[in-house]
């Protein structure tokens, strides 16, 4: 797979998601086009294009295909990966805790 496509609807639940597909592609050190009706604050915009019509959705996959390294794709999202979120998780319940 060389690009991952996200083309959600522009939608209040999308505009409320947040956007999982998205990030398992970078995770896997994928750049992504997306449609940009999901939050993309704090993804890096070098791995994520965004396209608001048909026609700019099909350039920005054509461009996106330019070469990447892929584990600098990964390191993107590193903090946003499972285990840091469960990481997270575990630090609040700790600190009501005390």
């Not at 999308?14 to 990030?23: A, D, E, G």
Request: hydrophobic share 45%.
């Amino acid at each position: 797979l060389s690009v991952g496509l996200t083309p959600y609807a522009d939608s209040t639940f999308n505009r409320r998601s947040f956007p999982l597909k998205t990030l398992e592609y970078l995770a896997a050190g994928i750049p992504v086009v997306t449609s940009g009706a999901v939050p993309l604050a704090g993804l890096d915009p070098r791995f994520v294009r965004t396209a608001a019509t048909p026609d700019a959705f099909a350039v920005a996959t054509v461009e996106a295909l330019a070469p990447v390294d892929r584990e600098e794709v990964r390191r993107s999202v590193a903090s946003l990966d499972w285990s840091r979120r469960a990481e997270e998780l575990l630090e609040i319940i700790e600190c009501r805790r005390s």
